[in-house]
C-alpha cells in the first residue's frame, strides 16, 4: 500500500470492509477511502463531490474513524433521504491520528 500524500509513512493503516462485494482493503489516516477501493468493487460513484448522492453507504462499524459529516454532505443526504448512519462514500477519509481499526460498510 502507497499512501498518495507527499512525506507519507504509511505505518498504520485503517481496514476497511465491504459488505455487499465481500470486500476488504486498507487505507492510510488522512486518506479518502474512495481513492482505495479495488476494482471488484461495484458501488456506483456520479459526481464524486458529494452532491448527487449516488455513492450513498451504510456505515455498519467504524464511523469514529472517519472524519464528521461535512455541511453539503448532510445537506445531500438530506435530500436523497439518508439515514443517520449512512454517508456518500465519495466524502469518507479516515480520521488524520488513527492508529488502527475497521470500517465496516454496505450500500
Not at 492510510?28 to 448527487?52: H, N, Q, V, W
Not at 454517508?87 to 479516515?94: D, G, N, S, T
Request: overall charge neutral; some cysteine.
Amino acid at each position: 500500500m502507497i499512501c498518495r500524500r507527499p512525506n507519507c509513512s504509511v505505518m498504520n493503516l485503517v481496514r476497511v470492509k465491504v459488505i455487499n462485494d465481500n470486500l476488504e482493503f486498507d487505507v492510510p489516516p488522512g486518506e479518502r477511502i474512495m481513492d482505495y477501493l479495488p476494482e471488484a468493487c461495484s458501488l456506483m460513484f456520479g459526481c464524486r463531490k458529494g452532491t448527487c448522492g449516488i455513492c450513498t453507504c451504510t456505515i455498519r462499524n467504524g464511523e469514529n474513524l472517519l472524519v464528521a459529516k461535512s455541511y453539503l454532505e448532510e445537506q445531500t443526504l438530506n435530500r436523497v433521504g439518508g439515514l443517520s448512519n449512512q454517508r456518500l462514500c465519495c466524502q469518507l477519509w479516515v480520521k488524520e491520528h488513527v492508529k488502527e481499526g475497521e470500517i465496516e460498510m454496505e450500500y
